[in-house]
C-alpha cells in the first residue's frame, strides 16, 4: 500500500491583498510527491508548466520550482502574476521623493525620537 500525506493549496489572486480570504482546500498525494505532480492534480484552467512559466508558486511563503519536494502539512501557494519588480518600486518612490526637492537642497535626515527630545 502506498504512503500517502495531507498538502493544501490555495490560489491568491491580486485582489486578495496578500490576505487569505478563504481555507486552502486539502489534497491527498503520495508521500514522494513534487510541486510539478500536484500541480497536475488540482482543478485549475492552466497547466502545471504554464502556471510555474506565468505565476509564482510557492510553499508557505517560499518560492518553488515544479521538482521541489513536498512534506505532511505543506500549503502550495499559487500567486499573481507580479505587476512589477519590488525593486523598481522602491527607485519609482525614491525617484518621486527626490523631485519633491528643490535644485541644490538635500533630502534631511530622519531623526530618531531621542535625538528630538
Known amino acids: 500500500m502506498a504512503q500517502t500525506m ?17 481555507l486552502p482546500q486539502s489534497l491527498e498525494v503520495s508521500v514522494t510527491a513534487t510541486v510539478g505532480q500536484v500541480l497536475a492534480l488540482l482543478p485549475l484552467k492552466q497547466l502545471p508548466a504554464e502556471l510555474l512559466r506565468h505565476r509564482q508558486v510557492a510553499i508557505f511563503g517560499q518560492y518553488a520550482v515544479s521538482d521541489t519536494p513536498l ?16 525593486n523598481e518600486s522602491r527607485l519609482r518612490r525614491a525617484a518621486r521623493k527626490n523631485q519633491t526637492l528643490t535644485v541644490g537642497q538635500r533630502a534631511q535626515p530622519r531623526r530618531s525620537k531621542q535625538q528630538t527630545s
Do not use: A, C, K, Y
Open 6 to 22: 495531507t498538502v493544501s493549496w490555495i490560489v491568491l489572486n491580486s485582489e486578495d491583498g496578500g490576505v487569505l480570504h478563504r
Open 71 to 86: 512534506s505532511e502539512g505543506d500549503r502550495i501557494e499559487i500567486l499573481d502574476v507580479l505587476r512589477f519588480e519590488p
